[in-house]
């Protein structure tokens, strides 16, 4: 179907309005997977008593942002996020910037930041039954000319109490990053982590 006519042939439109998206014609597109910010699934990958799980399918300059989901991941330790440039071989575990805040329903707060940290993301700290939800935005990866960005927001259980994070990292190296690990600190982690394309129109 033709799409951007929102208005014509409308008794009052005195201009024609070629190039404006009805609401009909952003739901259809949207459904297809054609509209710029359409989400495309990359990899899902669900585990159990996992030491690590990859994701190397990132493509070069075939997507700006992709979004990461970790859906209610029982983690038995700091879970913690690495990029890798060389598919998945190795794993960068030096030189990251970092700066989140984290809160307790209890009331406490705080805030964690570095310039040299050796992690991309630090989900935080778990416990066994104790559950982790988190989304997140990753910005320029597979682009070679940039450096790659995180901005991320989690919500889930700790032995201390019910906590959040909010925040953004930054790998400060203009590279093509091309692969993701998930990993624990220490022990392993059971859930499902779901990595997304942004489509751009």
Request: glycine share 12%.
């Amino acid at each position: 179907m033709p799409y951007g006519y929102l208005g014509q042939n409308q008794p009052n439109q005195t201009v024609s309005n070629s190039g404006v998206f009805s609401i009909t014609d952003v739901a259809e597109l949207q459904s297809q997977g054609k509209l710029g910010g359409s989400l495309e699934l990359i990899e899902e990958q669900t585990f159990t008593s996992s030491s690590a799980v990859e994701f190397t399918s990132i493509q070069e300059n075939k997507y700006d942002v992709h979004f990461m989901q970790i859906v209610a991941t029982e983690m038995a330790g700091n879970c913690r996020v690495y990029l890798s440039n060389n598919g998945g071989t190795t794993y960068i575990t030096s030189g990251y910037q970092e700066a989140l805040q984290y809160g307790f329903t209890s009331g406490s707060n705080g805030e964690q930041r570095g310039t040299s940290q050796g992690y991309f993301l630090d989900v935080g700290a778990g416990g066994t039954g104790i559950n982790k939800n988190l989304y997140s935005y990753i910005y320029n990866a597979g682009n070679s000319s940039k450096y790659t960005f995180i901005t991320h927001q989690a919500f889930g259980e700790h032995p201390s109490g019910t906590v959040y994070t909010f925040g953004g990292n930054v790998h400060p190296t203009a590279e093509t990053i091309n692969a993701i690990k998930v990993a624990p600190l220490t022990n392993t982690m059971t859930g499902t982590i779901k990595l997304y394309g942004v489509k751009q129109i």
